[in-house]
């Protein structure tokens, strides 16, 4: 049963920094693309960052330079390094691993989100 368990939210003031770590168990190896996503009350989920297999990593305009996505296959970790934070960063942040759904690779699984709250 893979289950992803985020961790590292918090309350920071803007242009602060913040550490999410995302820990996946319950399938064998790494082979999987990987990405962040973040909801704000009242919004739309919003895709913020994926790592792929090979290493390529794609980032939304909105945290781009900002943001970095990063993978520890050793410790089966995902993280997401957020820094200069801003107001509007405030979310809950998703990690979330692709299944493949008939012939289609989509964000299958996901964790329980942890918050991070940027106050000015």
């Known amino acids: 049963q893979v289950q992803l368990v985020e961790s590292g939210g918090g309350s920071v003031q803007t242009g602060g920094t913040l550490r999410l770590s995302c820990v996946a168990s319950g399938y064998p190896d790494n082979s999987y693309c990987m990405g962040w996503f973040r909801q704000s009350p009242g919004e739309e989920r919003e895709a913020i960052a994926r790592?792929?297999?090979?290493?390529?990593?794609i980032y939304s305009d909105s945290v781009k330079g900002r943001f970095t996505i990063t993978r520890d296959n050793a410790k089966n970790t995902l993280y997401l390094q957020l820094s200069s934070l801003k107001t509007e960063d405030t979310a809950m942040y998703f990690c979330?691993?692709?299944?493949?759904?008939?012939?289609?690779?989509?964000?299958?699984?996901w964790g329980q989100g942890t918050p991070v709250t940027v106050s000015s």
């Open positions: 979330a691993r692709v299944q493949l759904s008939g012939d289609i690779w989509d964000f299958g699984y």
């Open positions: 790592i792929y297999v090979n290493g390529s990593i």
